[in-house]
């Protein structure tokens, strides 16, 4: 089943200064929710090890987190409709900096699953407020930069927070009150902002997943696979690092690398996805996933070898979820961008739900490479999806020509050209089987 045709494109137009000022207070206030959340996120990673949790129930407590995300998407759609974006942002942050609090004041594993699901409702849905917010404002042709600015913004902030690490000891409570006080100051410039201009959602209107499946089945089936590769990717860094012998102060560098090599990637790929067919863009980042894998398989974690192949990792990993959130938008109705925007939340909260799971048990199975292994298998299973997708709704690969294209869109004209004569090629032949 191919995607149905979308509406008249836009002009192709630079992001304008408008939008800017009606985004700057979001990304502001996402920027300080990230660091604190990055931090908190990686205090529960280094500490769950340090309390002598079992992988499994360093797994479980990783699943929660994305359990309490998938819930967290449809509650905040529901919420979005009847107050708003900035109550809800401001909600949403104010309950999750009490359970930041609240895990610092335990050492429960029981009690960790609990809040680390309360957590998920409140990321999933700040990130539901963001995307909704950021889609409205989008058009076809200038989509894939926005949410590529969104992923700088979230990404590198969160990238901050890793690093943060290296000065709190993960087991006391500081850590803890410093990712609730910055969570809390997130609120701020959203809330007294002139310029923000969240959009207005009167005109919204619900789609079935159903539905949406129908109308695009690559959006819908890219966005549960990248969850899938990012669950792992991101819950289980710390504790492959951590039981490959790196110090706490270590590991905080080795996972915030990942950040800062999506964010060092996110403007190319994503400006690559506004010229080029977003499936193909998709394809090659996922394939440079896998072979980033296979070089720390290779080198292991140790030394500058891991933090150039965890940098590699999160460069072309990372991005995809921004790809993937464009590509699904510019198929849908301007009416059902929040839902498709919930829904693509969704889709991911359960393939990164079921991420750590599997990742914990290929490490319970074969080792602490079995992290590696599970990275490589979920990011070869994104380019398989994508492969059969461009085969099964072709569509001219290049959107643009060589001279109209940016110099991020002109590195993948090569590889464009060699799957285009692939295809002539076998039409040909397909032809001549015929005769």
């Known amino acids: 089943m191919g995607e149905t045709e979308p509406g008249q494109a ?10 800017a000022f009606a985004t700057w207070a979001l990304f502001a206030g996402l920027a300080l929710l990230l660091i604190g959340v990055g931090l908190f996120a990686t205090i529960v990673s280094v500490a769950s090890d340090l309390n002598g949790y079992s992988t499994g129930v360093i797994g479980s407590i990783a699943a929660a987190y994305y359990v309490g995300f998938l819930g967290g998407s449809k509650l905040t759609l529901w919420a979005l409709v009847r107050v708003g974006h900035i109550r809800v942002f401001a909600a949403h942050a104010s309950v999750l900096a009490a359970t930041m609090l609240a895990v610092g004041l335990t050492d429960s594993p029981v009690l960790w699953i609990v809040i680390r ?15 909704s917010w950021l889609n409205h404002l989008g058009t076809n042709t200038n989509r894939g930069r926005l949410l590529g600015v969104y992923l700088v913004v979230t990404s590198g902030a969160y990238g901050v927070g890793q690093i943060l690490i290296g000065t709190v ?20 410039p959203v809330a007294l902002s002139e310029d923000a201009r969240p959009p207005s959602l009167g005109l919204a209107s619900p789609i079935g997943l159903r539905e949406l499946a129908r109308t695009v089945p690559t959006g819908v089936g890219s966005g549960f696979l990248v969850g899938l590769a990012h669950g792992a990717f991101v819950s289980m860094a710390a504790v492959y690092g951590s039981r490959a012998g790196l110090s706490a102060g270590e590991v905080g560098p080795f996972v915030a690398i990942t950040a800062l090599g999506g964010v060092a990637m996110q403007w190319p790929l994503s400006s690559a996805s506004d010229q080029l067919d977003r499936r193909f863009v998709g394809v090659i980042a996922a394939a440079g996933a896998i072979a980033a ?6 080198a292991g974690p140790d030394g500058w070898h891991g933090l150039v192949a965890m ?3 999160g460069g072309m990993s990372l991005p995809l979820y921004s790809v993937a959130a464009a590509y699904m938008n510019d ?13 693509l939340i969704v889709l991911y909260g359960a393939g990164a739900f079921v991420g750590p799971l599997v990742a914990s048990g290929a490490m319970v199975a074969i080792g602490n490479d079995g992290y590696v292994w599970s990275l490589i298998g979920m990011h070869a299973a994104i380019v398989a999806f994508l492969v059969y997708r461009l085969i099964a709704w072709r569509a001219p690969i290049a959107r643009t020509t060589w001279e109209e294209a940016s110099v991020s869109a002109r590195a993948f004209f090569i590889p464009a050209n060699v799957v285009w004569m692939g295809r002539r090629l076998g039409r040909r032949g397909r032809r001549a089987v015929r005769r």
């Open 10 to 19: 836009e002009p192709n137009l630079p992001l304008q200064v408008s939008l």
């Open 117 to 131: 699901l309360v957590s998920g409702v409140c990321i999933g849905g700040q990130y539901v407020v963001a995307e």
């Open 169 to 188: 000891d993960p087991v006391e409570l500081t850590g803890f009150a410093i990712a609730a006080l910055l969570t809390s100051l997130a609120v701020v």
């Open 293 to 298: 894998s296979g070089y720390l398989l290779a």
């Open 311 to 313: 940098a590699l990792i």
């Open 331 to 343: 198929w849908v109705d301007p009416e059902h961008v929040s839902a498709a925007a919930s829904h």
